[in-house]
């Protein structure tokens, strides 16, 4: 069974920045295309970021991100270094394969407030 553990979250400032960290079952993140999403209190899971699982590496942002974040991956694992966060980005961020295996991680919360 695949497994995914997310880390990295925590309580920021307006405008500071966080590193999201994923890691997943061997193989996942360097064979596959992958994404972060999050969920907000009483909303559905959403698509923040994705990459491709070739070695190009193409990335993808929703327009909400309006080039504040950037999603990377290595042999090691997946990440998204978020930049100029705003109180909007408050969520429990989820990384998982393209398409999403069913199984979910624990993900990892992220708090913008001042």
Known sequence: QVQFVESGGGLVQPGGSL?????????????????????????????????SGTDEHYPFYMDFVNGRFTISKDNDGLYLQMDRVEPEDTAVYYCNRLPPYPTWGQGTQVTVSS
């Open 19 to 51: 590193r999201l960290s994923c890691t997943a079952s061997p193989g996942v993140v360097g064979m596959y295309a992958m994404a972060w999403f999050r969920q907000k209190p009483g909303n559905e899971r959403e698509l923040v970021a994705r990459i």
